[in-house]
């Protein structure tokens, strides 16, 4: 080993801390890298895998009911390339060890795989339509349950019960992320699709010859506008609602919704993550070399090329980003297969496994060893500038500048002076400190504000809006006689009915397709809220549109809106928006049930009711509800809300703990690092000031006041940073299907700060306790 | 018992102090070493730097501290100015027992009444001279102001100065005005000229006389400089570890009048 090298080998061990320090942030980096990037390509990879090879639909239209024949005609179009016509209905679930009801959607299948949407057998074998109550099973269902091929359970479908027996267990590219009416996360216990033979599903819904739903895929290239129009033309008379594509079907905008977050966070936080290794190795590399500039000069004068030495402190900075990148590539391989695997527990894929191929750690090596060498290339740079006889001359005493009047100074205390002019004389190296520590604060923030987004979210949508216990749905619209029969049933407090269409908004070239809901005047249990958390008094006239709506429409209230009725073959009117409301939840949109049944024009009609229960009733409730005909499908707010709590508070408790820990690595890294320079810098200085009589907690005072300074700086723009941090998530969420309420809780500023200044200041008394035992003799007699 | 004789110092300030001779009345020593060691443990070897030495500075005298490079002097101006421990024996500051002192007290004793002086100058340089002093005046019982502690070493023009902006021998003067200004008893030199030319040096060392003279500081100075020893009144030569020769002048020179 040559004399370098051994030296290399020395420095090394003796700035282990710093060392560690400065790898652990960039470690971040690289594990941010991997888990953003691997985490992004193994859903986007999978995701497309599974389209791919089970030929997941372009485009779904839904219709009441037409005949097969349509088929040829459909695959008329130019551009459609298969299609699959599919009955499609909702049914209620009764089975064993669950005494809710649950929902379920019930998907036709043909005799063998479908051209389109076809399934993924995980296991048992297709349904024979021979034989009576086959079905394929989504799998979460059958996992929640514990249903094996063989097993029976019971439904009601379209009013009437059957027994079913599971004879596969399956997968569908539709339901990756299979969630229920009125869930806000996947509930699998309560939530089950079954694919049932087409013949059987025609039996039980009287649709023999028929169907009333389409998925079909278009040739490469081609664009679903220029196929709905014909499409919609052909649907029109049987009730057709209008073709989308894949990015309004669910399933697939949870996933994109997903990817789109997973990109974003791949582009935001390894970045900062690098940029801060960066700043520390250009610190820590500054002042070695400072201190090491007569070797250095020794070792010019020996003989040593300037290309040898720079290569020396190279390879110092290479032992940061080596460390750095294994203990990224660990961690961010163990956050990544936790990622996957909360994924999977969320996205059914056939198999989901963490993408972690080697170009990923190629990307991630390279990124963290370009950002260590930019953060050495000046320091190392000023290593072969120094000419041997400039290197052996002692340094002159660091020049300062007097930044404030003498006015001022005379009420600044020599020690707080010593501190102010030692930051203000390396303000670059101040502020990325500070900017370093309020990064920290930041991530703090944006981890720990989703708790009070969630609190308030719970607040706003579970106990002041949707105030009811239950959501039944009827199968089909009744007269309001319906509403009768769901008072009667047991345990029916309250039942407020509501009707809902399927609509399409539009203003100028602007249009979303969404429900319109009715709500009563006097309703109670659902009140939507305004924009100030008011409940809003529902307008006898005119639209009531959420946030969302307003503003992908780009509507105010006084605007007028039309509204295409899809329900109602199509016809258009021109309606009033009479105000804009908060919600959080879909693109909702309100009116009075006596304007909209004016608008429908087929006289009063209910879909469904809100219902209020008699928690003691519930058991004989749910018994009940199982038993009627005509309830198309329910949802449980109580249950589901519950069920969201418990989801949401694991899935950010995790999140949480992953930012804490980041913070907790930035805190240290950078204010261990700059205190120890200073430290460094400051040695003589201090002992000085013991020398004269100070005492230890003044000398070390002097150091820490610089650190309490910069920490102090860093909080409120810590906070700001946080603030925009949190908004930009806030709109990352934004979507059709869910916003999450902008909503920081002073608390959750002064926890993150609170965790911050705990660090801060616990790597300040580590340092601190090397000013107290600085060797007063030692330092003064060395020249620097 | 060992006691030490005392001169009576000849500087001004001092002189009425009661005037002794070797046979007459001893003065006070204000600073007494007894059997004053210092082992360095390093590794498994031990290092004796300073070996059982007794000495006392007395009040308002200046002495020289000569000897080789590595013969016990700095070790043991930093013992009795309480910058280090003893390993064994005995130093006192009047009444106060040194080596038996905490930590605290030790600090106590440099702020109250030791003023150091260094080779390489330990100025703070983020101070400006005359801030500088005021470091040291600000926590001082009876200081002075540090205009008058810069005006006594002659650098009254030079207040606002950092110290990057003055020269080797503008820095020396101003430790030495920060080393003053809190009008301590005894002020300990280690090598203040040591990176000094001898012009310059001639400057420090007139500053340190001019200090003893107009306010009675007993003076320690270590130097290399043989020629030093005529402005003593005192000289000890350090060898080993131990005081090997001890002789008093009968006369001080002023520094420009030694030949360096
Ligand atoms: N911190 C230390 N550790 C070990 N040995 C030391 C230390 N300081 C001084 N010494 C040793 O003590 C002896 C006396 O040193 P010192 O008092 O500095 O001598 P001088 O000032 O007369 O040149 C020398 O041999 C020196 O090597
Ligand atoms: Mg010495």
């Not at chain 1, 190296?429 to 308030?456: E, H, K, N, P, Q």
């Not at chain 1, 004269?692 to 940073?721: C, D, K």
């Not at chain 1, 998530?729 to 965790?755: C, H, M, N, Q």
Request: net charge positive; charged share 20%; proline share 5%.
């Amino acid at each position: 080993m040559s004399a370098l090298d051994r030296k290399l080998r020395r420095d090394v061990c003796r700035l282990w801390v710093q060392i560690t320090a400065i790898s652990l942030v960039m470690a971040c980096g690289v594990a941010t890298i991997i888990l953003a990037l691997g985490a992004y390509r193994s859903l986007s990879e999978t995701r497309s895998a599974f389209y791919d090879r089970y030929r997941f639909a372009t485009a779904f239209a839904g219709l009441n009911r037409a005949p097969l024949s349509l088929r040829e005609p459909i695959l008329q179009i130019p551009g459609v390339r298969s299609v699959e016509l599919r009955i499609v209905k909702p049914f209620i679930i009764d089975i064993e060890g669950m005494s809710e009801p649950g929902t379920g959607i019930a998907v036709s299948i043909p005799d063998t795989q479908p051209a389109v949407n076809r399934l993924y057998l995980r296991s048992g074998r297709w349904p024979d339509s021979g034989r009576a109550g086959e079905v394929a099973v989504l799998e979460s269902f059958a996992l929640a349950h514990g249903l094996q091929p063989g097993d029976r359970f019971s439904v009601l479908l379209n009013g009437k019960r059957q027994t079913l027996t599971l004879t596969a267990i399956v997968l569908s590219p539709e339901y990756v992320y299979a969630i229920g009416p009125g869930d806000m996360v996947p509930d699998p216990r309560r939530f089950a699709v079954i694919f049932m033979p087409r013949s059987a599903m025609a039996a039980v819904h009287d649709m023999e010859g028929a169907f009333n739903d389409i998925a079909l895929r278009l040739q490469p290239g081609v664009l679903l506008n220029d196929v709905s129009m014909a499409l919609d033309a052909i649907l029109k008379p049987y009730g057709g609602t209008g073709t989308i594509d894949r990015s309004q079907q669910t399933s697939h905008a949870f996933l994109d919704n997903e990817l789109m977050q997973l990109r974003a966070m791949a582009a935001v936080v390894p970045p900062i993550f690098l940029l801060l290794s960066a700043f520390l190795v250009n610190m820590v590399l500054t002042r070695l070399i400072a201190l090491e500039r007569e070797q250095i000069g020794l070792m010019k004068a020996v003989g040593y090329g300037s290309i040898a030495i720079g290569w020396h402190f190279t390879k110092l900075t290479l032992v940061i980003a080596v460390l750095g990148i294994l203990i990224g590539f660990l961690f961010g391989n163990v956050l990544g297969r936790g990622m996957t695997r909360l994924y999977a527990s969320f996205y059914s894929f056939p198999f989901l496994v963490f993408s972690d191929s080697m170009d990923l750690y190629a990307v991630a090596g390279a990124f963290s060893v370009s950002a260590a060498l930019a953060g050495s290339v000046r320091a190392i740079v000023g290593v072969l500038r120094l000419t041997p006889a400039v290197a052996m001359l002692p340094p002159q005493p660091v020049g300062y500048r007097s930044f404030l009047g003498r006015g001022v100074t005379r009420h600044i205390s020599q020690l707080n002076l010593m501190a102010i002019r030692h930051l203000l004389r390396w303000p670059l190296r101040a502020a990325m400190t500070a900017f370093g520590t309020s990064l920290a604060v930041g991530l703090l923030i944006t981890a720990l504000f989703t708790y009070d987004s969630v609190a308030f979210m719970i607040d706003t949508v579970f106990f002041r809006t949707e105030r009811q216990d239950a959501t039944v749905m009827l199968s089909e619209a009744a007269g309001p006689g319906a509403l009768s029969s769901l008072r009667r049933l047991p345990g029916v407090m309250r039942a407020e009915p509501y009707r809902s269409t399927l609509v399409v908004l539009r203003r100028d070239h602007r249009a979303r397709r969404l429900s319109i809901t009715s709500i009563a005047v006097n309703a109670d249990l659902f009140r939507p809220l305004d924009k100030k958390m008011n409940v809003t008094i529902i307008p006898p006239v005119g639209l009531l549109i959420s946030e969302r709506v307003a503003a992908l429409l780009e509507l105010k209230s006084g605007d007028m809106v039309e509204v295409e009725l899809l329900d109602f073959g199509g016809r258009r009117v021109s309606v009033s928006v009479s105000a804009v409301i908060e919600s959080y939840v879909g693109l909702a949109v309100f009116m009075s049930p006596e304007a909209l049944d004016r608008l429908i024009g087929d006289g009063p009609r209910i879909s469904g009711a809100r219902l209020a229960l008699d928690v003691a009733q519930l058991p004989q409730f749910y018994h009940a509800v199982k038993a009627t005909p005509g309830i198309g499908a329910i949802a449980l707010q109580r249950v589901s809300h519950a069920h969201f709590r418990e989801t949401i508070e694991n899935n950010i408790f995790i999140m949480t703990s992953v930012y804490v820990a980041l913070a907790v690595i930035i805190t240290f890294g950078v204010v261990y690092n700059t205190a120890r320079i200073h430290l460094s810098e400051r040695a003589r200085e201090l002992a000085s000031l013991r020398v004269l009589g100070f005492s230890r907690s003044e000398a070390s005072g002097v150091l820490l006041t610089e650190i309490i300074v910069l920490i102090a700086i860093a909080q409120p723009v810590g906070w700001l940073l946080g603030t925009g941090f949190a908004w930009s998530v806030v709109r990352g969420f934004e979507s059709d299907l869910f916003r999450i309420p902008f909503v920081i809780e002073r608390a959750t500023y002064a926890k993150s700060s609170l965790i911050v200044v705990t660090v801060a200041a616990i790597s300040a008394l580590i340092v601190r306790r090397r000013v107290d035992r600085l060797d007063l003799v030692r330092v003064l007699k060395t020249r620097e | 018992m060992i006691e030490p004789l005392c001169r009576a110092a000849q500087g001004g300030a001092a002189s009425s102090s009661p005037s002794g001779s070797r046979e007459g009345g001893a003065a006070q020593p204000i600073l007494r070493a007894e059997r004053l060691t210092k082992i360095y443990r390093s590794g498994d070897v031990d290092v004796a730097a300073l070996r059982a030495v007794d000495f006392s500075f007395c009040r308002g005298e200046i002495v020289v501290l000569l000897g080789p490079s590595g013969s016990g002097k700095s070790t043991f101006l930093n013992l009795v100015g309480g910058l280090d421990r003893a390993s064994s024996g005995k130093a006192w500051f009047g009444n106060l027992d040194l080596t038996a002192c905490s930590e605290r007290k030790l600090t106590r004793f440099r702020r109250d009444h030791v003023g150091f002086v260094f080779q390489f100058y330990n100025l703070i340089p983020s101070l400006t001279a005359s801030e500088n002093v005021a470091l040291v005046t600000d926590i001082a019982k009876d200081p002075m102001d540090p205009a008058e502690a810069l005006a006594r070493v002659g650098l009254n023009e030079r207040l606002d100065h950092f110290p990057a902006q003055l020269s080797g021998g503008e820095q020396q003067r101003v430790a030495i005005a920060r080393a003053i200004a809190k009008r301590p008893e005894i002020m300990l030199c280690d090598e203040p000229t040591g990176a000094l030319d001898s012009r310059t040096g001639i400057v420090v060392l007139e500053a340190l006389i001019r200090v003893n003279a107009e306010l009675g500081t007993t003076i320690a100075i270590i130097t290399h400089n043989a020629a030093i020893r005529q402005i003593a009144d005192r000289v000890v030569t350090f060898r080993d570890g131990r005081i090997a020769e001890e002789a008093t002048n009968t006369q001080r020179l002023p520094p420009h009048a030694v030949s360096w």
